[in-house]
């Protein structure tokens, strides 16, 4: 993905994340922003697997006070 | 003028409870400052003095009273302009939000109120707590009263400016990626990020919701521990707020550093980055400092620095994006260039990526706490660096990610950046002490006797 993505790419990928109004000068940002998220996942560790749980659980919390 | 100016919090109220200091007088002579100083620093963005002034009144009027509320009743303070006071804008120092008239106080605004502190007014920030420094928004960016033209760190950069300015003695940062710690680091105050949930976010605007805390910054230790006592508490309105008891942040403060374990991460600023060599002289003298005082002084070692910046980063911008996605679909030209660029950031992530992300997480604190067990508190370097010029853009970008503090956000654990000398320019540097997950009380006790054991906290930058 590190290479130079014309305009039209550039617009469509902005429309698939809801941002349909960026203009030339924005799409140029979004290139640098394409090259920086290929760059940070490249640098993710790979050996998660499913036993990783997230950092972040849902959890809930029981009502407070007896219940029948 | 000075007298007041760089006066303390635990030292204005004794004065102001013995009424040998008047709330009104007090606060009038730190607006009169602000206006003749804020020209050249920017620290604040709006001064509210009828406000400052009506709340100066009612604080004068109950202490005579004897209804005094505590060590913050008549004492000044201003709030980063991401945090809502009712009725004033919150506008996260960008042009999005300049008509945004909050319509409720966030909790840390209503304890403050609770406890008698005098609201000065709100102060800059980079935008939306990420995009700075910058000129192409509505407000210029603070300037660091060290140096000529310096970078005052962020992004609760008028925060740090305004303490080291002796515009006032209390502030509020917020810090998602360390920007309690930035500006504290670069200003020579104190700053604390403190345990993820011990400080509600409820009416503080987000920057990356699981990553944001919000904290104390003054310019002594004893002062951030009194602003914590106020502002920490449990709030059932926040999700990531922490049901646990209150600690007690001011009882073993002078309690000493004798016998203690103090973990010195060094690789931090050595292996994972070289930090300039006036900061690792600062950061090895100050473990040398501790050692003198009797506390037993290690080497451990946690997972490279890479490691937690790859899953910071990549959590903060996905969930900025989130959260700006509805204005950047609408007015992607209200940003100013640098926040539009690391939101954007976001944008472009992939789900899966984020979800390593938090994997990552979770494995970095589990190792993190591990290596903890041995210990009372960890030292380490908050910044590599002295601040640079502020106009000089290249510089601050590449400073930017030379830093250590963004593991502590992946952890949650608590974090306080306070100065460790200078360098020969007469530029502050800093250092870093981290704690177990609540237990602040044992930071600020390390963290008050290195105070206490050197000069630091006397010195004021050139012309104040």
Request: with cysteine.
């Amino acid at each position: 993905m590190d290479k130079a993505m014309t305009k039209d790419e550039l617009a469509a990928v902005a429309a698939a994340a809801g941002l349909p109004r960026l203009s030339d000068k924005h799409l140029e940002q979004l290139q640098a922003s394409v090259a920086a998220a290929d760059e940070l996942s490249r640098r993710l560790p790979k050996d998660f697997d499913w036993t990783d749980e997230l950092a972040l659980t849902f959890r809930l919390r029981a009502p407070a006070g007896e219940r029948p | 003028m000075t007298d007041l100016a760089f006066l303390g919090i635990a030292e204005a109220a004794a004065r102001l409870r013995e009424g040998t200091l008047s709330p009104v007088s007090y606060t009038e002579a730190l607006l009169e400052r602000i206006s003749s100083l804020n020209r050249r620093y920017h620290a604040f963005i709006r001064l509210t003095p009828e406000l400052a002034i009506a709340a100066a009144r009612q604080a004068e009027r109950e202490i005579k009273e004897g209804e005094w509320r505590g060590p913050l009743h008549g004492v000044p303070f201003a709030l980063k302009d991401i945090i809502d006071w009712a009725g004033l804008p919150t506008t996260a120092h960008s042009k999005l939000l300049i008509d945004h008239i909050a319509a409720s106080d966030a909790w840390v605004s209503q304890r403050l109120k609770a406890a008698g502190g005098v609201m000065l007014g709100k102060l800059a920030t980079h935008e939306f707590a990420i995009g700075g420094p910058s000129f192409d928004l509505p407000w210029p960016p603070a300037v660091n009263p060290w140096g000529g033209n310096h970078f005052p760190g962020g992004s609760s950069s008028g925060s740090g400016v305004a303490l080291a300015c002796g515009m006032l003695p209390a502030a509020l940062g917020s810090d998602t990626g360390g920007s309690v710690r930035n500006p504290a680091s670069m200003c020579g105050i104190v700053g604390l990020k403190p345990t993820y949930g011990l400080v509600s976010r409820r009416g503080v605007l987000p920057l990356a919701n699981s990553l944001d805390h919000v904290g104390p910054m003054t310019r002594s230790v004893r002062d951030n521990a009194l602003l914590l006592q106020v502002i920490a508490g449990y709030d059932g309105a926040d999700p990531g707020s922490a049901d646990v008891p209150g600690g007690d942040y001011l009882a073993g403060l002078e309690r000493g550093v004798k016998g203690l374990r103090i973990g010195l991460v060094r690789h931090f600023y050595t292996e994972d980055l070289q930090a300039h060599p006036e900061q690792i002289a600062a950061l090895d003298q100050a473990a040398e400092i501790l050692r003198q005082l009797g506390a037993d002084v290690q080497e451990i070692r946690l997972a490279p620095l890479e490691q937690y910046a790859v899953c910071t980063r990549i959590i903060i911008r996905c969930e900025a994006f989130a959260i700006h996605r509805p204005w950047l679909a609408t007015r992607p030209d209200d940003y100013g260039d640098l926040a539009r660029q690391r939101i954007l950031d976001g944008a472009v992530m992939s789900a899966a990526d984020y979800i390593d992300a938090l994997r990552l997480r979770a494995r970095l604190t589990r190792q993190t706490l591990d290596a903890f067990a041995g210990i009372d508190v960890a030292l380490t370097a908050s910044n590599m660096d002295p601040a640079c010029r502020i106009d000089d853009a290249e510089a601050c970008a590449r400073l930017y990610p030379r830093q250590a503090r963004q593991p502590f956000n992946v952890t949650g654990q608590p974090a306080l950046a306070m100065p460790a000398g200078f360098t020969e320019d007469g530029l502050p540097l800093s250092l870093q002490l981290i704690g177990h997950p609540f237990q602040e009380a044992m930071v600020y006790r390390v963290a008050q006797a290195y105070e206490a054991a050197t000069p630091w906290r006397e010195r004021r930058p050139p012309g104040l």
